[in-house]
């Protein structure tokens, strides 16, 4: 599982609430992403971080923001959560460095809004 | 936003036979190449990376790569239930960003 948890795993939710999703990793990765995957499109990139408080949008990443006060949490949050971002959340952590890079995946955390 | 193509399936072989995956990319200065295999309701786990041109083995699994036709596929020889799930093939272009993955191939692997 690459010390990657996520939570919660599952939430419902309304329309125009603020939503937080939370990623933890044991291993102090410097480098953490948030993608969402929906179908016919794939695994996206919302945003990711290459450092405490350093972080930087994805292809898709109106109507989010994210954080990191600390190596090992990453945050998302939906600021007002729309039916458009009903999605399966991963996060990931890269290892390795070069072309010899890899990321590995956590859980996941299945969304509805509503 | 750099493509990569990958054909949706599903993919059927019969039990014991290899399967064939493929993918193809647009952006020439792809650096990393990888295979992550994608059960029904899990996350992409990773089973093949590959950075160099040519063949590398791993147990049933080989990935091939030919950066000159921006091709990169998956055998998986022996081909057990098991492996029947989703492949995701995904490209780095630069080191630290995000992964660009295909949409995916089925692959159902019938006893």
């Known amino acids: 599982d690459a010390g990657i948890t996520q939570s919660p795993r599952h939430k419902v939710t309304e329309t125009g609430t603020p939503v937080t999703l939370r990623c933890h990793q044991t291993?102090?990765?410097?480098?953490m992403y948030w993608y969402r995957q929906d179908p016919g499109h794939g695994l996206r990139l919302i945003h990711y971080?290459?450092?405490?408080?350093?972080?930087d949008k994805g292809e898709v990443s109106d109507g989010y923001s994210v954080s990191r006060s600390k190596t090992e949490d990453f945050l998302l949050t939906l600021e007002s959560a729309t039916s458009s971002q009903t999605s399966v959340y991963f996060c990931?952590?890269?290892?390795?460095?070069?072309?010899?890079?890899?990321?590995?995946f956590g859980p996941g955390t299945r969304l509805l809004v509503l | 936003q750099k493509e990569v193509e990958q054909n949706s399936g599903p993919l059927s072989v019969p039990e014991g036979a290899i399967a064939s995956l493929n993918c193809t990319y647009s952006d020439r200065g792809s650096q990393s190449f990888f295979w992550y295999r994608q059960y029904s309701g899990k996350s992409p786990e990773l089973i093949m990376s590959?950075?160099?041109?040519g063949d590398k083995e791993d147990g049933r699994f080989t990935a091939q790569l030919n950066k000159a036709s921006q091709y990169v596929s998956l055998l998986i020889r022996d081909s057990q239930p098991s492996d029947s799930a989703t492949y995701l093939c995904?490209?780095?272009?630069?080191?630290?960003?995000?992964?660009?993955f295909g949409k995916g191939t089925s692959l159902l692997v019938t006893p």
């Open positions: 990931a952590t890269k290892r390795g460095t070069g072309v010899q890079e890899t990321q590995y």
């Open positions: 590959i950075y160099s041109n």
């Open positions: 971080s290459y450092g405490v408080k350093d972080t």
């Open positions: 291993e102090n990765h410097r480098y």
């Open positions: 995904a490209v780095i272009v630069n080191s630290g960003y995000a992964l660009n």
